[in-house]
């Protein structure tokens, strides 16, 4: 496994650790689009997926994507939980959490019977259908922000 020494400074301390092979693959494909990447804590909320109150998740962020594009840039911002297992280290979500995490949203093109059997809902739920628009929603920004080339080798991190 390639590994690396880094510090991330959370709350004023700092954690030193190395870098696995998966923080590793998120970090280069960043450096090969040139995108910048963030992640800023929001707050604890359940998300909206989840019953309020009932949920067990880890800390709620706002990660923002930004490139430079001819003339501009483009952002693509989204929120993202990170694990329960995550918020209790005290780790914040890194570039190959976030990636991996929408790598399969980010191109999705199928119809709402294919997202309720690949991500466990049932065909009659109002709330299955409220997710399924909410990624329908966010595949379309992300296809816009990311080209061709960038969401075939997103799909390869997983």
Known sequence: MMRREYQERREGNVNTHEISEYEEQGRR???????????????AACP???????????DHYRITLRKRVNFGSK???FDFWNSYNDMQMGKT??????????????????????????????EDSRSAFAAYQRMIGFAKRAQKFFTTEELEALGAIQ
């Open 75 to 77: 952002s693509l911002s």
């Open 93 to 122: 979500p890194q570039p190959y959490d976030v990636l991996a995490a929408i790598s399969t949203e980010a191109g999705w093109d199928g119809e709402f019977a294919d997202f309720c059997a690949d991500y466990g809902f049932a």
């Open 48 to 58: 909206p997926w989840e019953r309020a109150g009932g949920c067990i998740h880890g």
């Open 29 to 43: 494909f960043l450096e090969k689009y040139s995108i910048a990447f963030t992640a800023k804590m929001k707050d």
